[in-house]
């Protein structure tokens, strides 16, 4: 396969004994990704982990932080942080994601001890 191939398809569905249903016909034509994959090496930490009441981030221009839970609700967000978010969360395990000016995205983890 090389790029401007293109794969036609389309299926019957049966129910039953019944006569078959045709779906949609469709073609997907082959591309070229123009992804990257460069990986890019952002240095951030966060400290000091675990943490109690707050903790720094060794990042330059920050865009945004998001906390979330290890179930996925999220529990902190702040679009405009300084080098020291500060927060009321209880003890437990988080995910930390660090929107960078340049748009990268940093994941991190955090612990809470109080």
Do not use: C, Q, W
């Not at 966060?46 to 979330?68: R, V, W």
């Not at 996925?72 to 405009?80: A, L, Q, R, S, T």
């Amino acid at each position: 396969m090389i790029k401007g191939d293109t794969i036609p398809n389309k299926a019957d569905i049966y129910f039953d004994f019944n006569f078959p249903i045709a779906t949609n016909r469709h073609t997907l034509t082959l591309v070229v990704p123009n992804g990257s994959n460069e990986i890019i090496e952002e240095p951030v930490n966060l400290y000091p982990n675990p943490a109690s009441t707050g903790f720094y981030i060794s990042a330059a221009k920050i865009s945004s932080i998001t906390i979330s839970d290890l179930i996925g609700n999220e529990v902190y967000k702040n679009h405009n942080p300084d080098s020291f978010v500060s927060f009321d969360l209880p003890n437990g395990g988080y995910l930390v994601n660090i929107t960078l000016s340049n748009g990268l995205m940093v994941k991190r983890k955090l612990v809470v001890v109080r």
